[in-house]
Structures are given as structure tokens and as C-alpha cells.
């Protein structure tokens, strides 16, 4: 078995600010997600739909669900932020938009390296997500 | 000893089934209290989380066939779920890959970007399709999925003689420490042109079927680029970080990710894959693919003969 040389093999800069930033969004995401559930099935905040009708709803498609539940699509869950299972989408949505701060961190770090390319790149799955995010494909609902 | 362990694998997979075909007996049944559902999909999602990693799968892949067989939740719903189940794994597992060198940001970026929008097509295409159509779907993919775990070979150390003019342009190479064989390992990639066009595929598979990609994201990485099977596995929960994201934003939106129903899931599988890490270290390899090829195979004829009626 061949022995590790002595240097030790360190990752390019913009590999390890990727991972940084990638962790701290995890953490936030994942904590607001938990404590916003928590809250939602402990009854500490009101439910938009209550949780005992959950299980005559959720057998039906989306489309079904929103129309008996009046449910926002969309952003329109901003706007009821206050209600225990609606606050649990923050979570869902900070962890969906984790990467777009990792990927803008890696921009500067490609310009000034000349790698002009790899800086479109990563501008360009920044647009792909915001685009999702923006609900502009999508349509009418 | 020999029994003990494929025995710790086998008894999980057995209950899982078991825990599945009693929640599909009693689907439906409205006088089950409310929180019999999400405690039993966490208890499921347990279970696939403890097989999934030995098996080297994410488990999104056994998470949208398995559940949306045998729980009572609409297939929009366990996709949304599926998605985020996939999503929360791979951003919880990416910044030690990318600290490793066993992921590579380098290498992501270009096969995220095109994965990306076509899973954002993949996810309005399967959102706009009757829920059976879309079962029956998943189930040829998923028997497609345990053919090409069947017949796949991985190459551990993949030869690349030279880069292709692409992949030397955008300098996809990188070095790791394989700690195994105690050594530092230099790589690069080939077929860069054909490898961006079998993710641009992936990503309408991943966002239809909201099931992850790494079952294909591997072997892409691996086979066809000829990145070590080390680096393709980390590049892969990379990618997927990326383009989970942009295929869960649609979810999101058209309102089809419940977090009564995606919570427990992300928690079942991240608490059930702390233990499939640990029994990685005890079980044989080949034991554990076969075990997942047997109850990814039972989930898939059963997605295909519930879209198709033959067994509602």
C-alpha cells in the first residue's frame, strides 16, 4: 500500500466557499423547517387547513386540493406566514435557494482568475433557479 | 456472523414491505387518526434511509415508488416530497464531499446548468399528466432502473487517456485522497459533449418523477465520462443539490409539497441514513444491492399494475 505523500491536497478556493456557504443555508433551512413542523403539529400556531381534514384531502391532485382548501400557489404563501403549516414552505424555500448564494459567491472569484466561462456558468443556473422560483413558467394556475 | 449481517439488512427491508402493504390495506380508512400517516411514513422513510446508503442509491429513488404505492397521498404530493427527501440529502451531505474532493464543483456546474431546465421541464410535464399515466411511467422507469443496477459495472478508477477538446477548455480535472488505498488521485474526464446530453435527460426524469438522479448521475460521471467511481458519487449529490432546487421551486409553486407529508419523510430518511452509513462498514456490497434490486423491482411492478389498474 503506497503511503500519503506529505503535501496535503487542498481544494480550490471557490470549492471550499461553495461549501461553506452551502452549509450555513442547510442549517438555516433545515432548522426552520423543523421548528416551523413543530410548531404546526403542536398546535402552537393555527393550520390554514386543520390537520385532522388532511387525510380526506390529500388522495386528491394538486389542482383538486387547492380548490377545496383555497390554498395559495405561487408566492401566495408569504401572506400567511402566521398560519403552522404554511410556515413550514419557508424552510422548504430557503433550503430551494440555498445554492443561488453559492453559486453568486463563485462569480468573483472566476472573474478575477479570467475564467469568464465558468462565471456565465454559474450566472446561468442562478437564472435556471430564479426562473423556477419566479413561478413565471408555470402559468396560470 | 456470517447470518447477522445480511440479517440486519434483510429484517428493515422485510419490515418495510410489511409497514407498506398495512398501510396500503388500510389506505383510505378515515377512521385512522390523522397522525397515523406521518408517523408511519417516517418510520418507512426510516427504513428505505438505512438501506439506501449501503446500496449506494439515493433515496429518492426508492422513496417516490414505495410510497406512492402504498400510502393514500396523491403521486403530486410524494413527488413534491420525493424531491425535497432527495434535495435536504444532498445539500446535507455536500459540503464534505466538496471539502473532500470527492465532489467537484468544476465538474457539476456545466452538467447542473442543462439537468436544471430540463427538470424544470420535467416537472411541468409530469404535474400537467393524469396521475396514472404518470404511475405507470414511474414504473417502467423504475424496472429500468433495476435492469441497469442489475447489468451496470462500475469502474472504480476509470483510464482517460487524453480530455476531450471541451473538457480540457473548461479544465474538468481535480485531484482527491482516496483513503482507502491511502493515495492521492489525480482525474479527468472524456465524452464531455455526450455526458452534457445524457444529463439534459436525466433532468427530465428527476423533475417528472421527483425521484433524484444519482442512479443515473453516477454511472454518466463514471462509465461515460470516466470520473472515478469516488468522485462521480460526490459530483452527483452536487448536481442534484442544483437540480433539485430548481425542480422543487416548481413543486412549490403549482403547491404540491405538503409538509405534513415532506417533513417527516426528510427527517425518516436522514435519521435512517446516520444508520446505513455505519452498517456500510459491515456489510457486504453485493448483499445489499440485491436486497434493494428485490424491493426496487416489487416497487416498481407494483407502481406499473396500480397505473395501469390491474392492482388499485
Known amino acids: 500500500m503506497k503511503s500519503l505523500p506529505e503535501q496535503v491536497v487542498v481544494q480550490p478556493p471557490e470549492q471550499l466557499r461553495y461549501a461553506r456557504l452551502l452549509e450555513w443555508g442547510t442549517r438555516v433551512g433545515m432548522a426552520v423547517l423543523l421548528l416551523s413542523f413543530a410548531a404546526y403539529v403542536l398546535g402552537l400556531a393555527e393550520s390554514h387547513v386543520p390537520v385532522a381534514k388532511l387525510p380526506e384531502l390529500w388522495i386528491h391532485p394538486v389542482g383538486r386540493f387547492l380548490e377545496l382548501t383555497q390554498s395559495p400557489t405561487g408566492w401566495g404563501w408569504l401572506a400567511l406566514l402566521h398560519r403552522g403549516d404554511i410556515a413550514g414552505l419557508l424552510g422548504i424555500a430557503i433550503l430551494s435557494g440555498a445554492s443561488v448564494l453559492c453559486l453568486l459567491a463563485l462569480v468573483p472569484i472566476y472573474l478575477a482568475r479570467g475564467e469568464r466561462i465558468f462565471a456565465a456558468v454559474c450566472l446561468a443556473e442562478v437564472a435556471v433557479v430564479v426562473l423556477a422560483a419566479s413561478d413565471w413558467l408555470a402559468g396560470p394556475h | ?312
Not at chain 2, 482527491?176 to 446530453?197: E, K
Not at chain 2, 426528510?266 to 440485491?290: E, F, N, P
Not at chain 2, 411492478?301 to 397505473?307: D, H
Open chain 2, 1 to 312: 456472523m456470517r447470518i447477522a449481517r445480511p440479517a440486519a439488512l434483510v429484517v428493515p427491508a422485510l419490515v418495510l414491505l410489511a409497514a407498506s402493504a398495512h398501510a396500503a390495506e388500510t389506505m383510505g380508512a378515515s377512521t385512522a387518526p390523522w397522525w397515523v400517516w406521518p408517523l408511519g411514513l417516517c418510520v418507512v422513510c426510516f427504513l428505505i434511509g438505512v438501506i439506501a446508503v449501503p446500496a449506494g442509491i439515493g433515496g429518492g429513488t426508492l422513496f417516490v415508488p414505495i410510497v406512492g404505492s402504498f400510502f393514500p397521498f396523491h403521486l403530486d404530493f410524494i413527488r413534491g416530497a420525493g424531491l425535497l427527501v432527495a434535495l435536504a440529502s444532498a445539500l446535507a451531505a455536500g459540503p464534505t464531499l466538496l471539502r473532500s474532493g470527492l465532489g467537484s464543483v468544476r465538474l457539476a456546474l456545466p452538467m447542473a446548468v442543462l439537468a436544471s431546465a430540463s427538470s424544470i421541464a420535467g416537472a411541468m410535464v409530469g404535474l400537467a399528466m393524469p396521475a396514472h399515466v404518470v404511475q405507470m411511467l414511474l414504473g417502467a422507469v423504475v424496472l429500468g432502473i433495476v435492469v441497469l443496477m442489475f447489468l451496470s459495472k462500475r469502474s472504480e478508477f476509470p483510464h482517460v487517456e487524453r480530455p476531450d477538446p471541451l473538457a480540457q477548455a473548461l479544465a474538468l480535472n481535480g485531484v482527491f485522497v482516496d483513503n482507502a488505498s491511502q493515495r492521492v488521485v489525480p482525474w479527468q474526464v472524456h465524452r464531455t459533449p455526450a455526458g452534457l446530453l445524457s444529463f439534459l435527460v436525466i433532468g427530465v426524469l428527476a423533475g417528472m418523477f421527483g425521484i433524484g438522479a444519482g442512479w443515473a448521475n453516477v454511472p454518466a460521471l463514471n462509465l461515460l465520462m470516466g470520473a472515478p467511481l469516488k468522485v462521480a458519487a460526490g459530483t452527483s449529490g452536487v448536481v442534484l443539490s442544483l437540480v433539485d432546487s430548481s425542480a422543487a421551486w416548481v413543486y412549490l409553486n403549482k403547491g404540491a409539497v405538503l409538509p405534513m407529508i415532506a417533513v417527516p419523510s426528510v427527517v425518516g430518511m436522514m435519521l435512517g441514513a446516520r444508520i446505513g452509513a455505519r452498517l456500510l462498514t459491515v456489510l457486504k456490497a453485493a448483499v445489499v444491492r440485491r436486497l434493494v434490486i428485490g424491493v426496487l423491482g416489487f416497487a416498481g411492478v407494483r407502481a406499473l399494475l396500480k397505473g395501469t389498474g390491474v392492482w388499485p
